[in-house]
């Protein structure tokens, strides 16, 4: 049963796409509910220093 080599090459990109799109993933270990909590902590810290930010300005 020849198929050809188009099976083949169509295997292979389909795993590099695969591998291109997991790349960018990194799985830290967290459950659902302790990212959502690191992820809040990061944002209020961004918005204190934010709010820090503006009142050195106006001051």
């Known amino acids: 049963m020849a198929r ?3 099976r083949e090459l169509a295997r292979a990109k389909n795993q590099k796409k695969q591998a291109e799109m997991s790349k960018g993933r990194s799985d830290d270990g967290l459950s659902v509910s302790q990212r959502r909590e690191r ?3 990061a944002l209020r810290a961004k ?5 820090a930010k503006k009142n050195e300005q106006s001051a």
């Open 39 to 41: 992820d809040a902590a």
């Open 4 to 6: 050809g080599n188009a």
């Open 47 to 51: 918005q204190e220093a934010k709010a």
